[in-house]
């Protein structure tokens, strides 16, 4: 079973079998972070888009481990102009990697580096390895196309923003869960910032109304799924 770290913010590592991959790693800029980026050890590091508080220490991470960023085109581009490795994908595009497949899925959200290079589309990530598949829907609205994912795809564990403002907030993240039908949800991009202040334990009561299991993961916190 692979196992899932939540590192704060949008920020996730998951361990499979074979491989390592780290998602929006925002740490060195979040002081909520339970890790330094020089801790982290991975083969992969996955953008859903450009964002400071997503793109955070991808960069240095992927150099120092000569992990391969997974990204939307444009900003797999950027990545490699500032000397990473790279395996650029786009939207309803997937590719079976040595340890599993990552597919890209629409997110409706923008894309820009801190530097003003535009990133292309914003994406969410479906990764399947050992036989389990995780949802990671980066920063987005709530849209009805959720319900194809989740009828096209039997999802394990969704990973879905509650913190309003930038992203969905607790009512959309609820209706986003239900449509999506994963075995478990569990929220995240919340209380990073004070505009993004959202109570998790509420997210988990309006999804448990409507039918589906969610969980909240401690910042530091790990799950098997
Ligand atoms: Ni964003
Ligand atoms: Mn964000």
Redo the contacts with the bound molecule.
């Keep these: 079973m692979p196992k899932l770290t939540y590192l704060g913010?949008?920020a996730f590592l998951i361990e499979g079998s074979k491989a390592r991959l780290i998602i929006d790693p925002f740490l060195s800029g979040n002081p909520k972070a339970p890790k330094k980026p020089e801790e982290i050890k991975v083969d992969y590091v996955l953008l859903s888009?450009a964002?400071g508080?997503?793109l955070g220490d991808a960069i240095a991470i992927a150099k120092a481990n000569k992990a391969t960023v997974v990204a939307p085109f444009e900003l797999a581009g950027y990545c490699e102009s500032k000397g990473t490795l790279t395996h650029p994908l786009h939207i309803g595009g997937g590719f079976n990697f040595p340890f599993g497949r990552i597919k890209l899925t629409i997110a409706h959200?923008g894309s820009v580096t801190p530097d003003g290079v535009y990133g292309g589309s914003p994406c969410g990530f479906l990764v399947t390895m050992d036989g389990k598949t995780l949802y990671h829907s980066g920063?987005t609205a709530l849209f009805y196309d959720m319900k194809l994912i989740g009828e096209m795809n039997a999802i394990d564990v969704a990973l879905l923003?509650i913190g309003d403002n930038?992203?969905m907030g607790i009512p959309d993240a609820a209706k986003a869960a239900e449509l999506l039908n994963a075995r478990l949800t569990v929220p995240m991009?919340y209380d990073t910032f004070d505009l993004i202040k959202a109570d998790p334990n509420e997210f988990v009561k309006q999804a448990s109304a409507k039918g589906r299991k969610a969980q909240v993961v401690p910042v530091g916190g790990t799950l098997e799924y």
């Design positions: 913010h949008s888009h964002h508080d997503h959200h920063d923003p930038f992203t991009h």
